[in-house]
């Protein structure tokens, strides 16, 4: 078999060639890489750790600082009701009547209903 030596026509022909291979092959490449940055840029706002899940989170722990302070501000309310409880006698006296419908000897108690 005889070899017959490429041709101008044909060398020019595999450059072109190659040259369309290598464009497509930067389009392709460019395109992954922006598609790389897009769906980051994306993760880095809509997703678990992202820009609104921080806001969410920072809402979160606002709601929570409140309930806490409601709940210590509570806590310091009863503290103060057991103090009372414990050595204020008219405190004392006061709780027993309401609560457990005592009377003092001599008293009469009467429980009023609501019909």
């Known amino acids: 078999m ?4 490429p041709t101008n026509k044909d060398r020019d022909h595999h450059r072109v ?18 598609l790389i940055v897009a ?25 929570l600082e409140r309930e806490v302070h409601a ?3 509570e806590n ?7 103090h009372a409880l414990r050595t204020d006698p008219s405190v004392i006296e006061r709780r027993a009547r309401e ?5 003092l000897p001599g008293e009469i108690s009467v429980e009023i209903r609501p019909s």
């Open 2 to 5: 005889l070899k017959v030596p």
């Open 17 to 34: 060639e190659r040259l369309k291979e290598s464009q497509v092959k930067k389009k392709a490449l460019g395109l992954a890489a922006f």
């Open 39 to 63: 769906a980051s840029i994306v993760n880095a706002f809509f997703g678990e750790g992202g820009v609104l899940g921080l806001i969410e989170a920072n809402k979160n722990f606002e709601q």
């Open 71 to 73: 709940i210590e501000s």
């Open 76 to 82: 310091e309310r009863l503290g103060q009701e057991i």
């Open 99 to 103: 609560v457990l419908g005592m009377a």
